[in-house]
């Protein structure tokens, strides 16, 4: 059975708002790399409450998501996928079983997470930065820390508004 856009939005996923308190809407592409400074704070934004969300609720350990999670773009990239998997898997209109072919993306990202963190040795007080090759680093396209950080306690000086 085939659904437009609209009629998937105006349906509405009402368990979604309750669970993360975000309006309900098809999730867009998101694509960090390509994003400016504006759209990756808005970025943060929005995923860092559903990440603090996944790493209670299924009890992540620091070697997987570490608090400094934001500071890695390597997180960044997976979360928000897993995020944007997450959001299709939990609309109204999907088949029941959706929410199970999640967990299968999850079982896989959750893999990925744990590379990356196992590469960086970050902790709960501690930050390393990810090791990259320079040549392959564009100037123009990275965040500093202080833009990032600064980005982050935007969200959370919001985001307590808001709930």
């Given amino acids: 059975m085939?659904?437009?856009?609209?009629?998937?939005?105006a349906s509405g996923m009402s368990e979604l708002k309750e669970a993360t308190g975000e309006e309900a809407e098809i999730?867009?592409?998101?694509?960090?790399?390509?994003?400016?400074?504006?759209?990756?704070?808005?970025?943060?934004?929005?995923?860092a409450p559903w990440v603090a969300w996944l790493v209670h609720d299924y009890a992540l350990p620091v070697k997987t998501?570490?608090?400094?999670?934001?500071?890695?773009?390597?997180y960044i990239?997976?979360?928000?996928?897993?995020?944007?998997?997450w959001l299709i898997?939990?609309?109204?209109?999907q088949v029941a079983s959706a929410p199970s072919d999640w967990h299968q993306v999850f079982h896989q990202t959750r893999t990925r997470l744990a590379e990356?963190?196992?590469e960086l040795r970050c902790?709960?007080?501690e930050?390393?930065?990810?090791?990259?090759?320079?040549?392959?680093?564009?100037?123009?396209?990275?965040?500093?820390?202080?833009?990032?950080?600064?980005a982050v306690a935007e969200f959370i000086q919001c985001g307590n508004k808001r709930l």
């Fill in 27 to 47: 999730p867009a592409l998101v694509c960090f790399a390509r994003a400016d400074y504006v759209e990756r704070a808005s970025i943060l934004a929005e995923l």
């Fill in 116 to 118: 990356i963190g196992s």
């Fill in 127 to 150: 930050h390393h930065p990810m090791r990259k090759q320079e040549w392959s680093r564009p100037n123009s396209a990275q965040l500093t820390d202080e833009q990032i950080t600064s």
């Fill in 65 to 74: 998501v570490p608090p400094c999670w934001y500071r890695h773009e390597a």
């Fill in 2 to 9: 085939e659904h437009s856009n609209d009629a998937m939005t």
């Fill in 77 to 85: 990239h997976e979360l928000s996928a897993l995020r944007g998997a």
């Fill in 123 to 125: 902790g709960v007080e």
């Fill in 89 to 93: 898997n939990h609309l109204d209109e």
